[in-house]
């Protein structure tokens, strides 16, 4: 017995590393496969750090909306939340006159507040996150249709230095070491773990569960916030759609949740976040320097992430799926 | 003792007779409000909606027909937000059939909407991903291909199939798929198999039923009910712009709460969900068009108006755990 | 005389209309195993569950050694010296051992908002090493230990701290053979400290032998206490029922031969990781037993003649030649299944009692056209739940409604209307109260009679040597020993040839 929990153990120690390694397959794998296809025009180490730079915005999203997932929760107004905090911290950068703090600040506190109003609603009403998200992103999009007035929001270039290297990274950087201390060094990551393995259970231990899933959903929705500031910076403007549109910028971020939710038995999941995002960047710029037409990306994102969630999901015999 | 078993008994009746009003206003509020909402527009429109009924009944059909199939699916608990994809390839099958055979349009849009349905189904039953990802993620595969078909210029339909385009034809066929599901659903044992996957999908597949077969071939019908409403969509239009179809999904769902549909389906769905719901949000959105409100006022309203019915019907006692 | 521990005082308790209390008060020693017994929905767990914060008492009061404690949850249960180890898994997965232990009292180890991982992981290891569970590694995940360990790391969590009452509620009904002794010998050791144990079992020789009092609980009254030496296990009974157990509880033929008619025969059935290489028959008129620890594969025997296992190879046939390969074939050649896991695998549970009656029979109600009547569908419910005196308000009442022994009802008055010649029988008694107990042994004993044949499968030995025209004993997923009916059979002798 004791022998076979060595044993045990040593897996545990190199599964991280066989996790690492199959991330680095991956990354390796698919600049392989596209480097084939056009050698001219993609790949070169400049590209790669750009591709890197591209899949920043999501990954940041990601390890936030991963505190979510973990739960067994789920948001739909992923996208609307980057548009409203987006269009909110623009409009206190430019129309405040508050400049790198009013885009920052004015960003992640809409964000935080569309995630505590997630989080709210999905306590009090009692009903599935999935649904109550669907039903807010309907009123965010308004309300930032409202704030916006109708009219696309530009950031000033002299605003923009979050955009570009080495605002961003810095950003990013700041906000990865922050989800992992929250993940691994405080109670906040364990209660949400143990929320996600066994609801019941958890609140029995005294963990105050709906309160740590409104913070789920705050902290998810703060990191949405720095997601948007970053997208606005890389992107210089948004415009606030209507009509749910705004769901297609929620494909990103939960690709890179589903590679965090498989590599979690690695015990990595938040690398493992980063590195996907790098990875489904990758194959975005490959097709793009394949000169694929811009409508099939929505084909190609739609099909990433069934193939991701596809190869992610470990089907269990009997298993109830809904 | 005696005594004893009686006060129980009698407080036992006390609450099934709440239970029963509980259960009651819930069967009835979504048809009263249907007939308040109806009444409260047509006196703030002075009549305008009235007026114009044939145009709110044009816009009834589609989301009608394919809330059908998207009522099968969420009874066993499933979820499918690819609808208004399904509907718009269906419509440029039906655009590019139309000009060889109407028949083959009609049997081509059907075919097409079943087979998304069956990559849907497949990759719900047999990959065991959860529905509303699999949807999700095909509502957008499938939504870049009719951008791809469609981005340059409408996909336009051969002229003849205006000749379809008559109140008796879309009625009737709406009324014919209603009429067909709602006897299937209430007096064949597929109902019972249906609301039973929903209630207790471990225990349905142990009493006998093939739940994995039955899942797939939900999809499939609700993929093919759509195809066959892309035909009415194209019969009203004549062409599939890049738009076809947008939001669809949105719209039956917001329609199947608004008329009463617990959102997670089993013993305690009613067929009537579907037509009050689709009639319900109809005129709902055509009575505030009519009052001049903005498209993201209406929105705000719709999305207000969606949890709160979402939060009235949901049957919270069936979900042990809230996700 | 001892002193006196916990007081507890005029305690009631309501769920909505049911009074799962009512007015309950008495004294719990210092230094002793007290045994918390009665029949389902007495109020046993409710009682153990309001004193260590799951759930609120409406009124009364528990005094702990004078104090008078209302612990909000388990947490602050822990802090007045209270704990728990429940019957289900309490340890969760995604956690490490020691956040396992420790959840809830992370606060010694944090600083700042910063946890200390190593710290907290060195206690665990020191505890565990204490406790003799040297090969459990705290930083380890918890899913990465079977069962057993798991319970263990629970063990460890509810006494590390030397609480001065430790509940254990029904955790034994899910522990092998050695699991139960460690959790005995950890029992003994809390009271020799001078502690308490509040011990809760459906299992009365288990109770007579552990505990040194008896408290009996019966529709949330309380009945009596008693000293576990002055009574036995028929006494038990008659306070838990509230009078004598009449009839026969078992059948009482001994001596018949079984028939050599066999009506299902399986052939080196195989399961991955379950079962292995299993042949036996099964013959008209027989009830065949199954025995061993829950984990032997004795459960997914069941499973396998029903066609609902994955992967299974080898061959289930019936006289007729046909093969079981999955449940709708089962059905059809009228095998009926009713599962360990009652609420998830046998009823439907958010379903009216009608609809989960009528289920597997709906080909058989329709008419020509296929088509159902709501009044047909009633009536055969109504007769089917008459027959198995089910009580209920009507065949409308969602099943969720039902006791468990009432849920069971359902389950086979569903395949009564069925009228299934192979009922495969999986715990058909577990959690079940003595009276519908008793109505389901003399149910199996008339279809016995009327040639149809049973195969049961309990973890209760008692129960198969009364019933069983023969017993299999399962070990490791293989079969370790076959007895045949005997009045003199000893429930030992199962027990060396289990584990």
Redesign the interface.
Known sequence: ??SS?ET??KK?MSGTVKGYLILFGLVVLSWAIFKILTPGNFGSPANLLSYFEASLLAAVGAVGFYFVM?MGMFDFSIGANIMLSAIVGCVFATRFGLGYAGLIVGSIITGAIVGLLNGFFYVKLRIPSMIVTTGLALIYESVANYIAGGVEQTLPSSLRALGQMPGNMILAVLAFVLAY?LL????IG?YT??I???EF???????NVNLYKVLAFVISGAFFGIMAVLTISYGSSMVAVTGMASMSRNFVPTMGCFFGLAF?KYGMPLPAIIIGEFVINIIFFGFIALGAPTAIQDVITGLALLIVVTMTTKVT??EIVK | MAGKNNI?AD??E???KKQSRMSLIRAALPIVGLVVVFLVFNILTHGGLWASRNLVLNQVYVTMISATGVFFIMTMGGLDFSQGSILGIASIVVCLLSGVNMGLAILGGIASGAAIGAINGYFYVNRKIKSFIVTICTMFLFRGFIKYMASNSPVAANMRVYDFDTMPIKLGLTVVVLAVAY?VFR???FG??L??IG??E?????????TDRMKFFIYVLAGAITGLAAFINIAKNGSATANVGNQLETQILIALVLGGMPISG??KVRFENVIVGALLYTVLNNGLTMMGLTTQTMQLVQGVIFLIFVAIFA?R??LSVIK | MSEIRLQVQNVCKSF??T?ALKDVSFNINKGEVHALIGENGSGKSTLTNSLT??YQKDSGKFILDGEEIHP?????ANNAGVSII?QE???????TVA?NIF??H?ERF?KM???N?NAMNREANALLKQYGF????AS??VE?YNFEDRKLVEIVKATYFDPKIVVIDETTTALSQEGREELYKQMNSIRDKGNTVIFISHDLPEVLRMSDTITVLRDGVYIDTVKSADIDEDGLKKLMVGREVTGHYYRTDYGEKISDEVVMSVRNVTVPGQIHDISFDLHKGEILGFGGLSESGMHEIGKAC?G?S??REGSVTLADGTQIK???T???HSIA?T?KDRD?????????IR??I???S??EL?NGM????DKKMKEFANKHAAEMSTKM?SVEQ?V?DLSGGNKQKVVLA?WIGKDSDILVLDSPTRGIDIKVKQDIYQLMDRMRKEGKSIIMISEELMELIGMCDRIIIMKDGAISNELMRDPDMDENYLIASMV
């Open positions: 017995m004791a929990n045990k153990t545990g973990v201390v691994n060094y405080t109670k364990t773990y143990a996600g393995s066994n259970v958890a609140k029995n231990m005294g963990i979690k015999k009997g | 129980a407080s036992k006390l609450a099934l006897v007096y064949t044992k019972v198999y609301k039973a209630a207790g471990k225990a349905a597949k142990f009493a006998g039923i093939r089993g013993a049957d006692e069936s | 909505g209309i009074k914060g799951i909000k949850n388990q947490v602050e429940v898994l309490g340890t969760l997965d995604g956690l956040e959840l809830g992370e944090v908002g910063i946890k991982t040297d090969r459990i590694k380890e995940m990465h029903f609902a994955f992967d999955d449940i709708p089962a059905i059809k299944y599962s998830n695998e046998s009823i439907v549970i958010n379903q009216s609809e989960n009528c289920l597997p709906l080909d329709a296929h088509l159902l009547s308000q969602f969720s569903r």
